[in-house]
C-alpha cells in the first residue's frame, strides 16, 4: 500500500494531530502527515508540527468576509498539497459546501461524543446534565450537516457517579488519542479498496 497523504486542520494545541503524527511514524502506517493547516495564527499545535518538520500553514478566517472565501483559499491550498484525505482535528469551523464538496468521502473529523448524541459542542456538560451513563467520542465522515456524516468508528466512556467536566473530558480525550489512528487507517484502507 502506498501511503496515503494527509492533511489535518487544526485551531487549537491538535492533540489528536499529535496522536496521529505520532502513530504515522511507523513505517507500516498507511498514512502519513504532509501538512498541518489552521485558521487561527496563536494555535499552539503549530509549533509541535514545525518541531516534527511538517509543513505548516495559516490561513486566518479572520481576514475573509465570508466563509465561502476562506474555505475557497482553504481548499486551494490542500489541493495544491495533492493530498489524499483531511483530517480534523479540533478545527473550529462550520464548514461550506465549496470545501466539504471538494472532499467527499475524504475528510474526516472526530467528535467528542457517541453520535448522533450531542452534535456540536459542549458535548461532555450535555452527557453529565443528562445524567448519561455512557459517552465516548467518534470519527466520521464530514458531511453537510454538522455533526452528521457516516460514522467510521466510535468508542465508549463509563460516565461515573462523581465525574466532573474535567474528569469526563479526559477520559474522553484519552480514547480519542487511540481511536483516530485507527479509523485513518480504515480510511486509507477504505480508499485503496475504492480504487478496485
Excluded at 508540527?49 to 475557497?72: C, L, M, N, P, W
Aim: with cysteine; hydrophobic share 45%; net charge positive.
Amino acid at each position: 500500500m502506498i501511503r496515503k497523504r494527509v492533511g489535518v486542520l487544526i485551531s487549537g494545541r491538535g492533540s489528536n494531530m499529535l496522536a496521529l503524527v505520532e502513530a504515522a511514524r511507523a513505517p507500516s502506517y498507511p498514512a502519513e502527515i504532509v501538512c498541518v493547516v489552521s485558521n487561527r495564527p496563536d494555535a499552539s499545535g503549530l509549533g509541535f508540527a514545525k518541531a516534527e518538520g511538517i509543513t505548516t500553514s495559516v490561513i486566518d478566517h479572520t481576514q475573509f468576509s465570508k466563509r465561502e472565501t476562506f474555505d475557497a483559499a482553504l481548499n486551494a491550498y490542500l489541493q495544491s498539497q495533492k493530498l489524499d484525505i483531511i483530517a480534523c482535528a479540533g478545527f473550529m469551523r462550520i464548514m461550506t459546501p465549496v470545501l466539504i464538496d471538494a472532499w467527499a468521502g475524504r475528510m474526516i473529523n472526530i467528535h467528542p461524543s457517541l453520535l448522533p448524541l450531542y452534535k456540536g459542542t459542549h458535548t461532555h456538560e450535555r452527557a453529565l446534565a443528562d445524567g448519561a451513563k455512557v459517552h465516548g467520542c467518534t470519527v466520521h465522515y464530514v458531511s453537510h450537516e454538522l455533526d452528521a456524516g457516516s460514522i467510521i468508528a466510535q468508542t465508549q466512556v463509563i460516565v461515573f457517579a462523581d465525574d466532573t467536566l474535567e474528569t469526563l473530558a479526559a477520559r474522553v480525550l484519552a480514547q480519542e488519542h487511540k481511536l483516530y489512528p485507527k479509523a485513518l487507517t480504515r480510511v486509507c484502507v477504505a480508499l485503496d479498496k475504492a480504487k478496485y
